[in-house]
């Protein structure tokens, strides 16, 4: 069982930035295919970004377009969110969720049901 773990997350004021990582746990032959998602009280999970197992391809919901940017941080070989300009409505627990794809594969996806496994989720606030 692959258990993506979370970490980064906590109270912000609006405005100000957040980074949240995603560890993977590294199995051989396994290529790995990684979104973040998000679920504010009362609400259904919802894509925020994700990205390709090679890194080459990346993508975005509206609402965090040109704030958030995911990328890899190959030192600490963790998948990172990074969360500029943030607003109240960004408040939610974030999830990062793990796809195995096999090697070459240049998807990145934004469904949740895409995804084969979960973290157990970091609390983001954000205040006025």
């Known amino acids: 069982q692959v258990q993506p773990v979370e970490s980064g997350g906590g109270s912000v004021q609006a405005g100000r930035s957040l980074r949240l990582s995603c560890e993977v746990p590294e199995r051989t032959n396994d290529n790995w295919a990684v979104g973040w998602f998000r679920q504010a009280p009362g609400q259904e999970r919802e894509f925020v970004a994700a990205?390709?197992?090679?890194?080459?391809?990346?993508d975005y919901a509206d609402s965090v377009q040109g704030r958030f940017t995911i990328g890899r941080d190959n030192v600490k070989k963790t998948i990172d969110l990074q969360m500029n300009s943030l607003k109240p409505e960004d408040t939610a627990v974030y999830y990062c969720?793990?796809?195995?794809?096999?090697?070459?594969?240049?998807?990145?996806?934004?469904?949740?049901?895409?995804?084969?496994?979960w973290g157990q989720g970091t609390q983001v606030t954000v205040s006025t």
């Open positions: 990205m390709s197992a090679s890194g080459g391809r990346t």
């Open positions: 969720a793990a796809k195995s794809v096999y090697f070459g594969n240049a998807w990145s996806f934004t469904d949740v049901k895409d995804y084969d496994y």
